[in-house]
């Protein structure tokens, strides 16, 4: 019997193979001095662990969650044989990024701390555009003056024609982290996810939750799709982008076609309830705040370009120019004075106008 969702095999929840993992060019992280932000998290955790074992010359890693934070430092702690600083900082706080990377000097970073939860950035639209945009502008900026080399941003599918918060500041930080690779001396490029299996809060681990306390399994509608790929996929993406050559560019998933959320909990109540004689008990809920049926990959202004690398592709944008850095950031500064006014709905408003803006 299958207890857990780890013990899943994950093709069976995608309905595909699972990409090819061979992480090509890898010997560009070794011997590197790479920072991690959101390292505790559920795709930073995996990703540290990867890093890891490619044999860094040290690893800088920060977190504003203590609890996580600890966890990760006690799991893996003994087991580094690199030199390792755990780090309890928020990436709004630009004095403390400065003094973390003016002493630690990363080579590499990777900027995977997010607020990523749609229905909570709707009502919590300032803090979403604090992290997510002073958070993202703060670390690009404090990275470029200690020096760092190559700046990866993981972004999501939710960044095209965002109709949330969430989606919008996605798409905001993706033109500021392209017009940063301008403006820095520092080679910036961005992964666009999609969804991934394992990560904490996703559907997947709410069926999972609904399953083990015998409750009906709550959907949006049973139409609704996602694009997914696996935490392995998921990792191997974000190294796979620091080691790429060219800088200023979008690498994303080829996750296949989009997955029914409906058919997805029919297959996990069969696999986690096997002994159970009754339908999969599902109750429509209807759509939340900054949800749509279903997710867009690309904009209109892109194509997907193939790549050499086996299930990951290049975004490519007709657009004829990118937005100035300066720009962006006067944008931000905006956003950030309505958040502190507290005009909730204006702020949402011009978010998602300037997001759309820049598409």
């Known amino acids: 019997m299958i207890e857990s969702l780890s013990d899943i095999p994950q093709e069976q929840l995608l309905g595909r193979p699972s990409a090819p993992l061979e992480l090509l060019g890898a010997e560009q992280l070794a011997g590197r001095r790479i920072a991690v932000t959101g390292a505790a998290g559920s795709v930073g955790g995996p ?3 990867m890093l890891a074992a490619l044999k860094p010359a040290g690893l800088l890693l920060l977190d504003n969650h203590e609890h996580t934070l600890f966890r990760l430092k006690l799991e893996l702690g003994r087991e580094m044989a690199i030199p390792t600083r755990w780090a309890l ?10 003094l973390l990377f003016q002493a630690e000097r990363p080579e590499i970073v990777f900027h995977l701390a997010a607020y990523k939860h749609v229905p909570l950035g709707e009502e919590n639209p300032d803090q979403t555009v604090g992290v997510n945009l002073a958070g993202t502008r703060a670390l690009l900026e404090a990275a470029a003056e200690a020096g760092t080399v190559r700046f990866i941003y993981p972004s999501s599918d939710k960044a095209v024609k965002p109709p949330s ?9 993706e033109a500021l982290a392209l017009a940063a690779d301008r403006q820095f001396d520092m080679d ?17 681990e709410t069926f999972h939750s609904q399953i083990a306390a015998g409750n009906p399994l709550t959907l949006t509608d049973p139409g609704m799709t996602r694009y997914w790929i ?18 200023g560019v979008i690498l994303m998933p ?21 002994s159970s004689n009754c339908e999969c008990p599902i109750q429509y809920i ?7 049926m279903h997710e867009i990959l690309l904009a209109d202004t892109e194509t997907a370009a193939p790549t050499r690398y086996p299930g990951i592709v290049q975004v490519v944008s007709s657009r004829g120019c990118r937005p100035d850095y300066r720009e962006v950031s006067s944008q931000i500064d905006a956003l950030l004075k309505m958040a502190e006014a507290g005009e909730t709905a204006a702020l949402r408003g011009h978010l998602l106008d300037l997001a759309h803006s820049l598409q």
């Open 165 to 173: 918060v969430y989606g919008g500041t996605k798409r905001i930080a």
């Open 47 to 49: 990703l540290v662990r």
């Open 254 to 274: 080829d996750p296949g076609p989009a997955v029914n959320l409906a058919e997805m909990a029919h297959h996990l109540y069969r696999l986690l309830a096997p």
């Open 230 to 247: 696996t935490m392995a996929e998921a990792t191997r993406l974000l190294a796979q982008t620091a080691c790429h050559a060219e800088s």
């Open 286 to 292: 209807g759509p939340r705040p900054g949800e749509r």
């Open 89 to 98: 900082a928020d990436i709004r706080d630009r004095r403390k990024l400065d």
């Open 188 to 204: 910036v490029l961005i992964s666009r996810f999609v969804n991934i299996v394992g990560t904490r809060g996703s559907v997947i």
